[in-house]
C-alpha cells in the first residue's frame, strides 16, 4: 500500500505539474503508471469512489459560483442556511407569476436569501431591460425599479423602461451612460453561461441550494424549499 502511495503521489504530481516529469526517467514513469494502474483495475470502486468525489467538488463549486456573486442583487441575510437563485425576464408572463411567490418568502423568511440574476432570452426590449436594472443597480434603486417592471402588464418598450425608472427615483440619465457598459456586458453573458450550465433552455429558472427547479412550478419549488430546510436544521443539529 505504501508503495502504491508513492506512486500515486508522483503520478499525479506528473498529470499536474509536468515540470516534474524531469524528476523520473522513462522507466520509473512506466513503473508508476503500471501500479496504479494495476490497482484501480483490480479495485474499481476505488475509481468510483474519486469520479464521484471530483463530481460532487465540481458540484459544490458551481452552486458557490451562482450563489456568492457580489454583482448580483440579493435579499435577506448573507449568511442564510437556504437560499433561492432566479433567472429571469422581465417580459416573461411566467417570472412575472413567480414574482408574488418570490417577494412572499422575502418579506417572511429570515432563513432565506434570494439571489437575481437577470436572463433576458424574449429579444431585445428583454435586453434593454435587464441592462437598464443593472444599470441603475449603483443608485440604490434595483428592488423597486424590478418590482416596477417585473409587475407591469403591456409593452416593456424602452420609453416604459424609462418611465418605470423615473416612477421609482432613478436617474434615467445616468442609468442609460451605464447600460453598454463593459460590466454589464460580461455580467450578462457570465449569467447566461450559468443559465446553460443548469440547462435551464428558458425563464424563469430556480436553484434552491444547489436543487434545480426549471420553470414556476409552485408545489415542486416549495417542496424544494421544505427539503432545504429540513437538510439545514439536519446539518445544524450535527454541528
Not at 458540484?59 to 448580483?72: A, L, M, N, T, V
Not at 450559468?194 to 425563464?203: E, P, S, V
Not at 441550494?209 to 432545504?228: C, H, I, K, M
Request: glycine share 4%; proline share 5%.
Amino acid at each position: 500500500m505504501a508503495r502504491l502511495l508513492a506512486a500515486l503521489a508522483a503520478l499525479f504530481a506528473l498529470i499536474l505539474t509536468p515540470a516534474s516529469a524531469q524528476s523520473f526517467n522513462a522507466q520509473e514513469q512506466a513503473e508508476m503508471r503500471a501500479i496504479v494502474r494495476e490497482y484501480l483495475i483490480n479495485n474499481p470502486d476505488v475509481l468510483r469512489e474519486a469520479l464521484d468525489a471530483l463530481a460532487e467538488r465540481r458540484e459544490s463549486e458551481r452552486w458557490r459560483q451562482i450563489r456568492s456573486d457580489s454583482r448580483d442583487f440579493s435579499l435577506g441575510p448573507a449568511d442564510a442556511p437556504i437560499v433561492i437563485v432566479e433567472f429571469f425576464d422581465y417580459r416573461c408572463p411566467y417570472c412575472h407569476a413567480a414574482y408574488e411567490w418570490i417577494n412572499d418568502i422575502a418579506r417572511t423568511r429570515s432563513d432565506v436569501r434570494v439571489v437575481l440574476k437577470e436572463l433576458p432570452v424574449l429579444g431585445p426590449d428583454s435586453m434593454a431591460a435587464a441592462r437598464a436594472s443593472l444599470a441603475a443597480m449603483p443608485q440604490g434603486r434595483y428592488w423597486a425599479f424590478h418590482r416596477a417592471m417585473i409587475t407591469f402588464r403591456g409593452e416593456l418598450n424602452s420609453a416604459r423602461i424609462d418611465e418605470l425608472a423615473r416612477s421609482v427615483g432613478i436617474d434615467v440619465a445616468r442609468m442609460r451612460r451605464e447600460m453598454d457598459s463593459p460590466e454589464i456586458t460580461a455580467q450578462l453573458e457570465d449569467i447566461r453561461a450559468q443559465a446553460i450550465d443548469y440547462n435551464f433552455n428558458g425563464t424563469p429558472g430556480f436553484v434552491i441550494n444547489g436543487e434545480t427547479v426549471p420553470g414556476f412550478n409552485q408545489p415542486l419549488l416549495e417542496e424544494r424549499l421544505r427539503q432545504a430546510g429540513r437538510d439545514a436544521r439536519a446539518r445544524g443539529a450535527q454541528n
